[in-house]
Nanobody
Framework: VQLQASGGGLVQAGGSLRLACLAS????????MSWFRQSPGKERELVAR???????TYADSVTGRFTISRDSAKNTMFLQMNSLKPEDTGVYYC?????????WGQGTQVTAPA
């Protein structure tokens, strides 16, 4: 299993970015897929998750601003991030879970300076 994250960058507070996570193989093999982030000086935290049945869940801090989605035809998961805040700054990791265990992609840096 390989997960490749992309789409990070530097954006002004209030701006938007869309992250993408390209997976090797069908997305339906995974029980769920997630985006985590690790901000400076903090532990890695769950940002958003999408389950096989397409249901979703979000951290309270991003609810209403971020949207997780997937395009099964492209084997890609997305995270649309709007109204970015300085506290959203961090390294974002894509994650997938299937019967053989969890898998992680490399991180992509998101920076929204104050």
């Amino acid at each position: 299993v390989q997960l490749q994250a992309s789409g990070g960058g530097l954006v002004q507070a209030g701006g938007s970015l869309r992250l993408a996570c390209l997976a090797s193989g069908s997305l339906y093999r995974y029980n769920y897929m997630s985006w985590f982030r690790q901000s400076p000086g903090k532990e890695r935290e769950l940002v958003a998750r999408i389950f096989r049945d397409a249901s979703t869940t979000y951290a309270d801090s991003v609810t209403g601003r971020f949207t997780i989605s997937r395009d099964s035809a492209k084997n890609t998961m997305f995270l649309q991030m709007n109204s970015l805040k300085p506290e959203d700054t961090g390294v974002y990791y894509c994650h997938a879970h299937e019967i053989t265990g969890p898998y992680w992609g490399q991180g992509t840096q998101v920076t929204a300076p104050a």
